[in-house]
């Protein structure tokens, strides 16, 4: 549904997109990754049409982005990033405005404006000046706006950037929602919201495409995957850690911080395979008092701080 | 068809975003205010014991110089501030949509203010018998005049996202239209170039066919000027807007 292919973005003699190429298949959540200044924007805003790539091509439902942008347009439900809205709007005669922009007329528009008021809830401001509304509200208008058509491909530049915890679990669970039906882009820089709604991820540094993967392979990268941390009392700490790095698959051991009564450590799966099953069984049969045990899953920013400096 | 329709979508949003603003009222009241105060103090529209108005309409492109830059001044440089550009211009609609629909929308603000003048058509018609047929000749070409400063207006607002910038250029843009038909400008071009020369100088004038629009002559040579020039600035704010993308 969208295919870029070597994709280059100069402004003068800055290259802030470098040969991006990827494509996106009808179901699948694209997480695009990176620091601030990565190219993540500039990325999307060539595949939406608000900038021209100085090199490469960018193709959505087949159509492509210099030769029929218009056809692309029609296709996409674009949120800039910072969703920049109207403000002299309310965000009624705003989705009236791009509904008519997007060609819909009469009852069918109206039937638009309502359902995408209502998946992003906007109701209640629904004739207040958008210039007055709270960060999250405006957000949601931008939504609503890029939702209106139901398009085949949706673009979205950091949409959960600026709401409240509650906010965030609402427009994921609606992203999810729609996503078997849609080819969904989304950038991020919260790495919980990649392992939250996104089938894939796309890692890009300075520009260039550095990883293409999965959520999941991407925490099996970290030291993390598959650790275990657990609590024990009643023993030494010298001697747990002494005894379990004998565990086989067991790589090294760390003390974390002292609980007040017993011991917390970290063991770190050699390879990072599982070593749930071994580690229990040998506590179980020292006979020691567990308090806490749990395998962990790897952590995204440990990952991504690797991938996008260079060091762990 | 369609693309007819997008312009008029993007003409609606623009011409209500002029009212929901002060910016629209504060205009209106100063334009009203100044023509009206030129025009009899000034262009001595009483002492004329003449029943025309063509003191009224000589100042016209003395207002526009200013004025209409302010109306111009946001049609881009706005958008491009506030990031709407990037909203508007991921619509499916094209970018000479985008412009003419601005364009227009301007334009129809300023034949509203326009329009608002009518107690002056009604003064003259009660104080004398005027040549109506003239002061709509004056209407209409004062109007494709403001049109002419709002292409040049919208064009220098494609130029930059600062509305101050965009005002001071469109400014200077409009006043070098008017100088040329000076004496200021060409008495000093003839004192040395080509007679030729000197009269495209003043062609280029606004005043030039302004002038003769105002006393009722619609010579097509001063239509098509003012049209071309409209269509030419156009042209270049498409240009622009679109350069813009690959900036």
């Known amino acids: ?312 | 068809m369609r693309g007819m329709r997008n312009v008029y979508v993007v003409f609606r949003r623009e011409f209500a975003a002029y009212f929901t603003t002060p910016l629209a009222y504060v205009f209106l009241v100063v334009f009203l205010a100044l023509a009206g105060a030129l025009t009899f103090y000034i262009g001595n529209f009483f002492e004329r014991e003449q029943a025309d108005l063509e003191p009224f309409f000589t100042f016209h492109p003395w207002l526009y110089l200013f004025l209409i830059p302010a109306i111009s001044m946001r049609l881009w440089a706005e958008e491009r501030k506030t990031g709407t550009a990037e909203l508007l211009l991921t619509l499916p609609i094209s970018i000479p949509e985008a412009v003419l629909g601005k364009f227009f929308a301007a334009w129809a603000f300023t034949a509203v203010a326009l329009a608002l003048t009518f107690p002056i058509w009604i003064s003259v018609n009660v104080l004398g018998r005027p040549d109506n047929g003239v002061i709509v000749a004056g209407y209409l070409g004062s109007f494709v005049m403001a049109g002419a400063f709002l292409a040049v207006g919208s064009c220098m607002s494609a130029l930059t996202k600062n509305q101050v910038i965009a005002f001071v250029l469109a400014c200077a843009a409009c006043f070098l239209f008017i100088l040329s038909g000076t004496p200021l400008v060409l008495g000093f071009a003839q004192s040395w170039l080509p007679q030729v020369l000197v009269d495209a100088v003043a062609s280029f004038s606004f005043l030039t066919h302004f002038n003769a629009i105002k006393k009722g002559v619609i010579d097509l040579r001063d239509v098509v000027f003012l049209a071309s020039l409209i269509t030419l600035f156009l042209f270049a704010n498409v240009v622009l807007v679109d350069l813009k993308k690959s900036a």
Not at chain 1, 36 to 45: E, F, I, L
Not at chain 1, 47 to 68: R, Y
Not at chain 1, 259 to 270: D, F, S
């Open chain 1, 1 to 312: 549904m969208i295919e870029v292919q070597s994709l280059t973005k100069r402004f003068g003699p800055i290259v802030a997109v470098d040969n991006v190429s990827f494509t996106v298949g009808r179901g699948e959540v694209l997480g695009f990754l990176g620091p601030n200044g990565a190219g993540k924007s500039t990325t999307m805003r060539m595949i939406a049409g608000f900038l021209t790539p100085t090199s490469g091509s960018a193709k959505v439902c087949g159509f492509d982005v210099l030769e029929q942008p218009i056809e692309v347009k029609a296709r996409i439900g674009y949120l800039p990033e910072g969703a920049p809205l109207y403000a002299d709007m309310t965000p009624k005669s705003f989705l009236a405005f791009v509904a008519a922009a997007r060609g819909y007329r009469g009852d069918e528009a109206k039937r638009r404006i309502h359902a995408a008021a209502e998946e992003t809830q906007i109701f209640t401001v629904f004739d207040r000046p958008i210039d007055t509304l709270s960060k999250g509200y405006k957000r949601r208008v931008g939504l609503a706006q890029a939702l209106l058509h139901d398009p085949e491909v949706l673009i979205l530049d950091e949409p959960t950037d600026g709401l409240d915890p509650n906010q965030k679990h609402e427009v994921r669970s609606l992203i999810r929602e729609m996503a078997p039906h849609k080819t969904t882009v989304i950038s991020t820089h919260l790495l919980d919201e990649v392992s939250a709604v996104c089938t894939r991820a796309i890692v890009i540094a300075g520009g260039r495409l550095v990883i293409d993967s999965t959520p999941e392979a991407l925490e099996a990268r970290s030291r993390l995957h598959n650790a275990i941390s657990l609590k024990l009392s009643g023993l030494s700490l010298a001697d747990a850690r002494r005894d379990l790095a004998t565990v086989p698959g067991v790589g090294a051991v760390d003390a974390l911080e002292t609980a007040e009564a017993g011991i917390a450590l970290r063991l770190y799966a050699e390879g990072g395979r599982p070593i749930i099953t071994e580690v229990s069984r040998f506590v179980h049969a020292r006979g020691w008092a567990v308090e806490e045990i749990h395998v962990e899953q790897g952590q995204l920013d440990e990952v991504f701080r690797e991938i996008t400096t260079g060091q762990g």
